[in-house]
């Protein structure tokens, strides 16, 4: 099982960008995803996830209105929109899936079976 997470960059304060996280699941349809970051010197935090369908999606407070979850699961696909970024958002993005049951959006980090390696946003002041 393998999670490419791609699309990170160096942006402006109030720029965009789309992140990317391509998953070899082999029935990705079953799997609730979601993204996470990790700032210097912090702990992994939950910034938004998916569950199998598409249909439902949480947010962290931190990036509701301003981050949009998506996925694709003919491509087996996830993306992350992120839009009015602020340096507060700097940190290394994370994609997880979580093989579940249920069609349950999952925000606990804990729960996440499979990781991608991480893509670096920067926004800049």
């Known amino acids: 099982v393998q999670l490419q997470a791609s699309g990170g960059g160096l942006v402006q304060a109030g720029g965009s960008l789309r992140l990317s996280c391509a998953a070899s699941?082999?029935?990705?349809?079953?799997?609730?995803m979601g993204w996470f970051r990790q700032a210097p010197g912090k702990e992994r935090e939950f910034v938004s996830a998916?569950?199998?369908?598409?249909?439902?999606?949480k947010y962290a407070d931190s990036v509701k209105g301003r981050f949009t979850i998506s996925r694709d699961n003919a491509k087996n696909t996830m993306f992350l929109q992120m839009n009015s970024l602020k340096p507060e958002d700097t940190a290394v993005y994370y994609c997880?899936?979580?093989?579940?049951?249920?069609?349950?959006?999952?925000?606990?980090?804990?729960?996440?079976?499979?990781w991608g390696q991480g893509t670096q946003v920067t926004v800049s002041s």
């Open positions: 699941l082999r029935t990705f349809s079953t799997y609730a």
């Open positions: 997880a899936a979580d093989l579940v049951i249920s069609d349950r959006v999952e925000i606990e980090l804990d729960e996440y079976d499979y």
């Open positions: 998916i569950n199998r369908g598409g249909g439902s999606t």
